[in-house]
């Protein structure tokens, strides 16, 4: 099932961590000029901050931070998005001052006329405030504009409801339909879907002008999770072998540095043309296998190693292996039973019901183009 890795790559490793040190240098953590980044990280340390995925700052950048409250027609979200309800549609003002508006029909409009959709049952937007808005529309109802409820956090407004204004607080329920972020000044609109520690945004709406300049497909990949996993991981492997020793302690020295080498809101070059490899510092690149057992797979190499260090596998119950180092062991792929992630980005992990994970997976492999 794969060669045993050389863990002669370990001095080299240790050294570039030092040189790394040194040289406080991202040179390698920008994409070229004339490409748009395929990857960022981001950090999740305190929440999920949709400023990091490097799409601009979600139209609610110059607002001060307040609290959901109730306003003309609706009601008004913590970062100063304006959310109007009536029977012709759910229109959202942001501070940058541009406008979406969710028409009866399910389509998504901007004011300059471009426009996303029919999404005939509704959907939900994640905002860049930390709020969401979701609207519930019915094909078969006189009034199809059914549901508006606006969330932060625990707190959940309902400014319309069967058709009709509204001013009630509901609670939190699980959203069945698309969910979708915006970005950019607020009308750069991507559909979003995790795959454990991965979220993959594929773009639905964007201002012509904005076009060129947006990307069409970007992937964020959530590095608290993924160092954590490796400091735990240090901790789980105990056995005496002095292969797998060395293993753990290069597994241990990259955790203790993970802030240097993810850090938070970085852009990743492309590694290779012809592989989904991404370049980080100290000497480690970022890989997504699309074959091979539980695929697909974000994979970490370091040095000139032909096999990754480490390996977290996409999906709701993701979990980080460590390469097995043991050269007795050449039949076995991964030393020990996985260090579990946990539950990450509960409301965005992909739902078999509308076949969200092949949706996010054929948008992985455009990138390969």
């Known amino acids: ?72 027609h609706g009601c008004t979200t ?13 229109k959202l003002t942001f501070t ?7 028409a009866p029909d399910g389509n998504v409009h901007l004011r300059s006329g471009e426009l996303a959709g029919p999404f005939p049952t509704g959907l939900e937007l994640l905002l860049a405030d930390g709020s969401s808005v979701r609207v519930v529309l019915s094909p078969s ?21 069967r058709g009709e204004p509204a001013s009630e607080v509901a609670r939190s329920t699980r959203w069945p339909g698309l969910r979708f972020v915006c970005c950019g000044d607020g009308g750069d609109v991507y559909r979003a879907i995790a795959l454990g520690p ?83 510092r100290g000497g480690f690149e970022l890989q997504i296998a699309l074959d091979g057992p539980l695929a697909p797979r974000l994979q970490l190499f370091a040095g000139d190693s032909p096999l990754p260090m480490v390996e977290w596998t996409l999906r709701g119950d993701s979990a980080a292996f460590l390469t097995n ?18 539950n990450l980005v509960p409301g965005l992990q992909a739902r078999e019901e509308l076949f969200e994970r092949v949706h996010a997976v054929r948008l992985i492999e455009r990138l390969q183009r």
């Open 78 to 90: 913590a970062g100063g998005v304006r959310v109007e309800c009536h029977a012709v549609g759910v």
């Open 198 to 280: 991965l979220i993959a945004l594929d773009r639905v709406l964007v201002a012509k002008e904005r076009a060129d300049s947006t990307p069409r497909e970007r992937l964020v990949v959530l590095a608290t999770p993924l160092v954590q996993s490796l400091a735990v991981m240090s901790r789980q492997h105990r056995e005496p072998l002095a292969a797998l020793r060395q293993a753990v302690t290069t597994v241990a020295a990259v955790a203790d540095r993970g802030s240097m080498i993810f850090p938070a809101a970085a852009q990743l070059q492309r590694a290779e043309r012809d592989r989904l490899r991404w370049l980080l």
């Open 1 to 72: 099932m794969g060669r045993s890795p050389s863990w002669s790559v370990i001095p080299f490793v240790t050294c570039a961590l030092v040189a790394q040190q040194r040289q406080a240098t991202d040179a390698t953590l920008r994409p070229p000029a004339q490409r748009l980044a395929e990857v960022v990280l981001a950090s999740l340390d305190d929440g999920l901050h949709i400023a990091e995925f490097g799409l601009g700052d979600g139209g609610t950048k110059n607002s001060p931070r307040g609290a959901v409250r109730w306003s003309e």
């Open 141 to 161: 109802a006189r009034e199809r504009v059914r549901e508006v409820l606006v969330s932060d956090g625990n707190r959940v407004l309902q400014p319309w409801r």
């Open 96 to 102: 940058s001052g541009c406008e979406l508006l969710i």
């Open 325 to 342: 180092p043991c050269e007795d062991q050449k039949d076995q792929r991964w030393h020990g039973n996985g260090t579990r992630l946990g």
